[in-house]
């Protein structure tokens, strides 16, 4: 176990914005600052101007680092000894072997069987010990339930957890302490982790600044329950955003209806065409479900015209040999 870790207090409610900024501090030493880069050719295209925190170089090849030690280091000394366990398809199976790692206890990490290879063998990498199951949420709750009761293990949630929800918020916060006069902030939107704790942090810092999550209309569970204000399922996962085919939580839920101005969903298309662009104009790998923020901006160029817009790209794990393009 880490001897200089920072020991965060427990975290009973929605996090707040000094909340987030303890957790950055905790978490400095173990991740990396990421970069915001821009493209005046790609601005061009788009007819905006677009700043992306660069979260693809993030150790781990995503943001879920943030969540998952924010997470660990408000276990005690003792639960941390332990180890601890989750359920992943694979950014966050990589962030929390990967903080297991960092602090020197063991992982456990349940997978559905058709994970990404890639993914699964980072995972493995960082030493973590996989147990597959199968390709659906009550397969994985009750795999993870299982290993988290045999071992006395303690359970780092992909998103419905206030630590995690801190975590993803700290990059919300690097990014608006350098460029506070964005116009909209735009994100990914899954199971809300990371949604949540950017709007947190966004609302606190500019009320002038709208944060917009953003999902594939083929997992658009965020959309429907954000306009609707009750909380609904996917319909249907049938994306290439592997990272995004998740569900709202009900802790995630709450914030982002407090706190996030819009929900868009976008289609497969531009977001491989959005993929493609940031591929070529940015020179940086990521996975489709990075793109789908720069594919709302395709889709609705009027609505951004001429405004600055900074969007987290989230991850870059993927399967070179299996690119859309």
Known sequence: MDEK????????QSPSFDDIERVGMAIKSYIHQTPIVSSKSLDEI????????CETLQKGGAFKIRGALSAALSLTDEELKKGIVTHSSGNHAQGVALTAKILNTSAYIVMPHNSSSVKMRATEEYGANITMCEPNIESRVATAKKLQEKKDLSFISPY???HVIAGQGTIALEFLKKMDDLNFLLAPVSGGGLLA??????KEISKRIEVIGVEPNKADDAYRSFYS?????NKTTSTICDALRGNLGDKTFPIIL???DEIITV????IIKAMRLIWERLNLVCEPSSAVPLAAIIENKKYFKNKKVGIILTGANLNLQELPF
């Open 5 to 12: 870790r920072t020991r965060l207090p427990k975290l009973k």
């Open 229 to 233: 204000k009750k909380l609904k399922s």
């Open 160 to 162: 419905n957890d206030y």
């Open 258 to 260: 407090d706190n996030v």
């Open 197 to 202: 704790g950017t709007s947190i942090i966004a």
């Open 46 to 53: 788009v007819g905006c101007r677009v700043f992306f925190k």
């Open 267 to 270: 289609k497969e298309k531009n």
